[in-house]
């Protein structure tokens, strides 16, 4: 009986201990780094929330933006993925190799959605179409 007691204080506390792991944060608190990014890519957007998510080994932050676009940020304030449903990518943030790619295969069409993956990116277009790229911009393959 005791054992099982203790394990339900253990979960209940595991579970609000994970659930208090995000807060909302002003964004001056963001890391530098992330605050520059925003300012040079997102000059004109303004900031409509921030929350800080603290895990176990790492933090993060995702910012969400006016015009609804979402920017997650690594504990560093480098950039992890973007999501710019309504509109696009900004041109800076996207490999330029990549955007040759797109340019030559895909005209017309724009980047919606970047992610940095452990080999590289993926990106997503305006048409839903999603294309994996290596570091080196080498297209590693699509989903639809």
């Not at 608190?29 to 004109?44: D, E, M, R």
């Not at 900031?47 to 603290?54: C, G, H, L, W």
């Not at 017309?108 to 590289?120: H, P, T």
Request: aromatic share 12%.
């Amino acid at each position: 009986m005791i054992k099982k007691l203790l394990f339900a204080c253990a979960l209940f506390a595991a579970f609000t201990t994970v659930s208090a792991n995000e807060r909302p944060i002003d964004a001056s608190q963001l890391p530098a780094a992330a605050q520059t990014f925003i300012k040079s890519n997102f000059q004109n957007i303004e900031i409509a929330f921030v929350e800080e998510d603290v895990d176990f080994a790492s933090t993060s932050y995702d910012v969400l933006m006016k015009d609804g676009s979402k920017i997650e940020f690594d504990g560093s304030g480098n950039w992890k993925e973007i999501d710019c449903e309504y509109t696009e990518v900004p041109a800076a943030v996207i490999p330029q190799g990549i955007v040759t790619y797109i340019s030559a295969k895909h005209p017309g069409f724009k980047v919606v959605k970047i992610d940095r993956k452990r080999y590289g990116y993926e990106v997503e277009l305006n048409n839903k179409l999603e294309i994996k790229f290596a570091h080196d911009c080498s297209v590693l393959g699509y989903d639809d």
